[in-house]
């Protein structure tokens, strides 16, 4: 049974863990990846206190398999897909499609205009996912982007669909 719910502070070290296995898994460690960032150790309250953000986690038979998020990118309505992580025996269930499902719902619901992400090549379920979802691959990534290690740009417009 799956159930997808609101990260809670009990959620914290878990997704973390979680976080940081994938990330290793497909080789995203140190500065300029999002396993990396400060906000890892402490997901809900850093969503709880962010305007118009939220971060989700994925329950699988009582246990969290993954997550993901929606926070503010730029001050030009533009919000980022955020730490979409899942454990292996996760993968290929829907789980990812019913995360990012539900952080566009909620993107557009507060007023975004279009959704950013960036990913690395290495990640080709996830960026299958984000196309079949109409994520439209950028040439470069936004400058206001920290993870500088990433090679995979992604947006989505949220106006129109």
Known sequence: MLEIREITAQDN??????????GKEFGAIGEGFGPSDDEVSMMSEHYKFAEKARYWVAVLNGEIV???GIAQFNDHGVCELRKL?????????????ELVTQCLAFAKEVG????YLDTLANMTSAIALYE??????LDEPYA?????GCDI???KDLTNN
């Open 13 to 22: 070290a878990k997704i973390a863990a979680i976080i940081t296995q994938v």
């Open 66 to 68: 993954g997550g993901a």
């Open 85 to 97: 992580f899942l454990l292996a025996d996760a993968r290929g269930r829907g789980i990812g499609n």
């Open 112 to 115: 975004y205009k279009s959704c």
């Open 132 to 137: 079949k979802m109409d994520f439209n691959h």
């Open 144 to 148: 206001e982007t920290i993870h500088g």
């Open 153 to 155: 740009w992604m947006l």
